[in-house]
């Protein structure tokens, strides 16, 4: 199993980003899709998932898709603040294995 995030970057505050995660070698329409962030110096946290059959969960300003046609999984963030700063990271699993992506950096500043 692979997962690649992008979409990561520099944004005023305010502003608004999707990143993306493509996932490979696995059943993509079988697998729960989640993702987290962690900032400097914090834990790890989930920050949205979507189910197979596509009900979303997610913090407020943010939003998750998934394409299943593309094998992949989408977060809208938006109005985004100062502590959104974070390394986000895609990720899924199954009942025995979690699976991470490298990570995408947000940095929301002036």
């Known amino acids: 199993v692979q997962l690649v995030e992008s979409g990561g970057g520099w944004v005023q505050p305010g502003g608004s980003l999707t990143l993306s995660c493509a996932a490979s070698?696995?059943?993509?329409?079988?697998?729960?899709m989640k993702w987290y962030r962690q900032a400097p110096g914090k834990e790890r946290e989930l920050v949205a998932s979507?189910?197979?059959g596509g009900t979303a969960n997610s913090v407020p300003r943010f939003f998750i898709s998934r394409d299943n046609a593309r094998n992949s999984a989408y977060l809208l963030m938006n109005s985004l603040k100062s502590e959104d700063t974070a390394k986000y990271y895609c990720?899924?699993?199954?009942?025995?294995?979690?699976?991470w992506g490298q990570g995408t950096q947000v940095t929301v500043s002036t």
């Open positions: 070698g696995l059943t993509f329409t079988s697998y729960v």
């Open positions: 979507i189910s197979t």
């Open positions: 990720s899924t699993e199954t009942g025995i294995v979690k699976y």
